[in-house]
């Protein structure tokens, strides 16, 4: 089992950039895929980013590409989301979420058995 705690959130402008952390508790954090996800008022959660087990293989939603970047540090067992050029749109609360699973689709929130409580970025205009 795992607990996930997110961090770096805040309020920034458009334009702006922001690091996200998500430290995971536990001693087998190198067996989990990692994503992030994030849900905006009124909408569904949507994935933003995701990172295999080794940190080799990275996945990213089509908005996001060019601007975020998620990485990992297995030895310090967190994962990060770096985001630059932030846009209005980019607004929401930003989950970490972690996946046991060996198969399993990186895009889809029911892939990750474990989440965090979330962090809010709010883009300003």
């Known amino acids: 089992q795992v607990q996930l705690v997110e961090s770096g959130g805040g309020l920034v402008q458009a334009g702006g950039s922001l690091r996200l952390s998500c430290a995971a508790s536990g001693r087998t954090f190198s067996s989990y895929g990692m994503g992030w996800f994030r849900q905006a008022p009124g909408k569904e959660r949507e994935f933003v980013a995701a990172i295999r087990r080794s940190g080799g293989t990275t996945y990213y939603t089509d908005s996001v590409k060019g601007r975020f970047t998620i990485s990992r540090d297995n030895a310090k067992n967190t994962v990060w989301l770096q985001m630059n050029s932030l846009k209005p749109e980019d607004t929401a609360v930003y989950y970490c979420?972690?996946?046991?699973?060996?198969?399993?689709?990186?895009?889809?929130?029911?892939?990750?058995?474990?989440w965090g409580q979330g962090t809010q970025v709010t883009v300003s205009s």
């Open positions: 979420a972690a996946t046991s699973g060996s198969y399993y689709y990186y895009a889809s929130s029911v892939s990750y058995n474990y």
